[in-house]
């Protein structure tokens, strides 16, 4: 049976639309790090990075070298963890230059997927589909934790809203944001969507003061 991440993985990736507390396993990700505008053009090529990887994993029975516990599966979607850099830090006044936003873009990849499976395939797309981005992807695994998320409609630029809600909640359960570091989990695609009909989970790390 395909493994769909609509389905299998609904608590992860289809929260309801008002803050919740998870706890998120270890995960495999391919990886890249990069700052700047995501309204640039740079940042697509990022992206186009991490889906060719993907879809080279998904096809890769089709190509000859899928690994013997390969099995069907939906590619997951696109995450980002922002954050900013130290100058925009030391002269934060509540307003944020979107030059100095700092991310490290990710897909998760299947549990199938080992270390030395994912580098293979790198070079395997190396040569197929050279780009000088993919020297700094990497193939992490990430633990989470427990986190506060929610599923956030609308605009990029309406986020702060919910995160608002997201800090409420946090306080009335006593938990506490670990860093202003946070996740989003792109479950529609801006180039396609109108910014009011966008979909996107919202998650940040929390601990108990």
């Not at 995501?38 to 690994?67: H, R, T």
């Not at 809203?161 to 946070?182: D, Y």
């Not at 989003?184 to 180039?191: K, P, Q, T």
Request: charged content about 30%.
């Amino acid at each position: 049976m395909k493994h769909d991440w609509k389905k299998n993985d609904k608590q992860f990736y289809l929260p309801k639309d008002k803050p919740e507390v998870i706890i998120l396993p270890k995960f495999k990700f391919y990886s890249i790090q990069g700052k700047g505008n995501p309204n640039d053009d740079f940042f697509a090529e990022y992206i186009g990075v991490l889906y060719s990887l993907s879809y080279a994993i998904k096809m890769s029975p089709k190509q000859g070298f899928a690994p013997t516990d390969y099995f069907e599966y939906t590619v997951f979607p696109l995450e980002g963890v922002w954050d900013i850099d130290e100058n925009a830090k030391a002269s934060y006044n509540g307003t944020i230059d979107k030059n100095s936003l700092v991310f490290n873009l990710m897909i998760r990849q299947p549990d199938f997927v080992s270390d030395d499976f994912a580098i293979e395939t790198i070079e395997r797309v190396k040569k197929k589909k050279p780009n000088e981005l993919l020297y700094k992807v990497k193939f992490e695994t990430i633990e989470e934790g427990t986190c506060i998320q929610m599923l956030h409609s609308g605009s990029y630029n309406s986020e702060p809203e919910s995160f608002k809600k997201m800090t409420l909640f946090a306080n009335e359960k006593e938990l506490k944001r670990v860093s202003q570091i946070h996740r989003e989990i792109y479950l529609s695609d801006a180039r396609k969507v109108s910014p009011e009909k966008l979909k996107t989970v919202l998650r940040f790390r929390v601990e108990r003061p």
